[in-house]
């Protein structure tokens, strides 16, 4: 199976194409996949566009996770996460290539602010793919994820808190009561390989990693602090 990776350097990315090198590599067999015989094309925004066109020629499976979250103008968020999804699609559809195609979504795509717009954008592009070739799709709406490889300040409010509290830095908390809904990254991983052996979980349209944490905003930061603390208190945090 040859699967393409597209955003194979982000957050989401390079943990999903490590575990997929874990499969291959034999090192990770408990998802029924036959590891020998996995191709993973990896595809960046500094990649040669050259390679797309291969990819999408080639590709069993594709994972779209390409996309911004932090652009220095909000005109951006539509190039983004509409216009690179409306170029791969593209591809794909120059080369007959109706292999099944993931979207990472965001649950935002429900909010009226230009990046909320624009993921819902690409959602409906991809849709509308479906209902023109009959390809599979899988559309994730992803609350906030956290893990290993989030970058502090840009991917999460967590990897942010980790980070400032670690180096005794100041964090910012506007309201503590915010609820948060928050799923691991090795949970996400699992879901979209699960999904790669068409095991994905579905709720309507859309599909979803099926363990959520509920949390306040203020439980998080305080959760951290008491980590933080362990080395001197020799205590264990509660979880």
Not at 38 to 53: C, N, Q, R, V, W
Not at 116 to 137: I, M
Request: proline share 4%; aromatic share 10%.
């Amino acid at each position: 199976m040859k699967i393409l990776v597209t955003g194979s350097r982000g957050f989401v990315g390079r943990n999903l194409v490590s575990q997929l090198h874990n499969i291959r590599d034999g090192k990770a067999r408990n998802y029924g996949i036959a590891g020998e015989e996995l191709t993973i094309y990896e595809y960046d925004m500094d990649s040669d566009p050259a390679e797309l066109d291969v990819y999408c020629r080639q590709a069993d499976f594709v994972f779209n996770l390409a996309g911004v979250n932090r652009p220095q103008d909000a005109s951006e968020f539509m190039k983004g996460n509409f216009g690179f999804a409306s170029t791969l699609l593209d591809t794909l559809k120059k080369h007959g290539n109706t292999s099944p195609v993931m979207i990472s979504s965001s649950t935002q795509a429900a909010l009226d602010n230009p990046y909320g717009e624009s993921k819902r954008a690409g959602e409906q592009l991809l849709f509308e793919y479906s209902r023109e070739t009959d390809a599979k799709v899988l559309v994730y709406r992803f609350p906030n994820v956290f893990g290993k490889w989030c970058r502090p300040n840009y991917n999460s409010a967590v990897a942010t808190f980790c980070n400032n509290i670690a180096h005794d830095l100041p964090i910012r908390v506007n309201d503590p009561s915010v609820v948060m809904h928050l799923v691991y990254i090795d949970d996400v991983v699992d879901e979209l390989i699960s999904a790669l052996g068409g095991r994905e979980h579905r709720n309507g349209d859309y599909c979803e990693v099926p363990v959520v944490h509920t949390i306040t905003l203020g439980g998080i930061v305080e959760l951290i602090r008491s980590f933080r603390q362990m080395p001197g208190t020799l205590s264990v945090a509660s979880l």
